[in-house]
């Protein structure tokens, strides 16, 4: 194999000076600049590339007819005007930087958490099971909920804007803690593996011009904090008292319970093996007489 790569390499050099190494180069380079494209197109970067490309096309024309007046400004403000793109494009770039931390590249290569529990994963069914008991009690009397379920990336940031609570997840105390005129029911709930860990927590509303218009504060927030992290988001609407769920930026609307806990399973993370013995250990309890 390498004396192959070799004989090619030692090709392109005779032929036109060009490297192996040369050709590797510009495939990273067209894959990077393919993507950064397609983030530019996808944020408020394609607005601002617009102008940037209007203003351009101006200082060609200064410098075409010599207008050195105007040359020496934009040669002045080219400093200045990179640290403005840089503070205006904040937001956009943040995404950018978290979506990339979001990939599974690494975390496939070195574990992060060996000290968990490997046959329960995240949280236990336990847990899902009293999450989505809560959602259906609070969607029948019409109760407002939003539940965080965090996964690999951490909500500490989000937990300090709210009441520590570090509380066991049952279904009655989150139905105690979002009853109405109670202390801790405005906000979010944020639950880390089998526990709530904070109340009342404040959340980033999203900006996504595509979300239904008759869509609430709480449901914005609910695919806010998906769009910036990689947790679960359960919301309980207060008007229709129908469940939801956020995930990766995305909401769907009117779950049942059981559709609910299928969702919570999609994140667990519990091995292949230990769910086919669960199943392995249902059949034989129902073969028994």
Request: aromatic share 6%; charged share 25%.
């Amino acid at each position: 194999m390498l004396r192959g790569l070799e004989i090619v390499e030692t090709y392109l050099s005779r032929v036109s000076g060009i490297r192996w190494a040369d050709i590797v180069e510009i495939i990273i380079l067209s894959f990077l600049l393919y993507h950064i494209l397609v983030w530019i197109k996808n944020t408020r970067a394609w607005s601002l590339l617009k102008g940037i490309l209007v203003i351009a096309a101006f200082v060609l024309l200064a410098a075409y007819f010599e207008m050195n007046t105007i040359l020496w400004i934009v040669n002045n403000m080219f400093s200045v005007a990179v640290t403005a793109i840089i503070v205006i494009l904040q937001p956009e770039l943040r995404k950018a930087v978290e979506e990339l931390g979001r990939k599974n590249l690494i975390s496939s290569i070195v574990p992060f958490e060996l000290g968990k529990n490997p046959g329960e994963g995240r949280f236990s069914d336990k847990t899902i099971n009293e999450i989505a008991k809560a959602c259906v009690e609070m969607g029948k009397v019409k109760t407002g909920a939003l539940i965080v379920v965090q996964q690999d990336q951490p909500l500490d940031e989000y937990e300090r804007t709210g009441i520590d609570v570090d509380g066991i997840v049952t279904s009655q105390l989150l139905i105690n803690i979002f009853e109405h005129n109670t202390p801790l029911h405005d906000g979010a709930v944020i639950v880390r593996g089998n526990r709530i860990t904070a109340a009342t927590c404040y959340l980033p509303l999203s900006d996504n011009m595509t979300l239904s218009k008759d869509l609430g504060t709480r449901h914005r927030a609910g695919v806010g904090i998906s769009e910036v992290t990689d947790s679960l988001t359960v919301i309980v609407s207060e008007e229709t008292g129908k469940i939801s769920v956020a995930f990766e930026g995305k909401l769907e609307r009117g779950l049942s319970g059981e559709e609910l806990k299928e969702k919570l399973k999609t994140i667990q993370n519990k091995p292949e093996e230990e769910n086919r013995k669960r199943i392995l250990w249902k059949g034989r309890f129902k073969g028994e007489k």
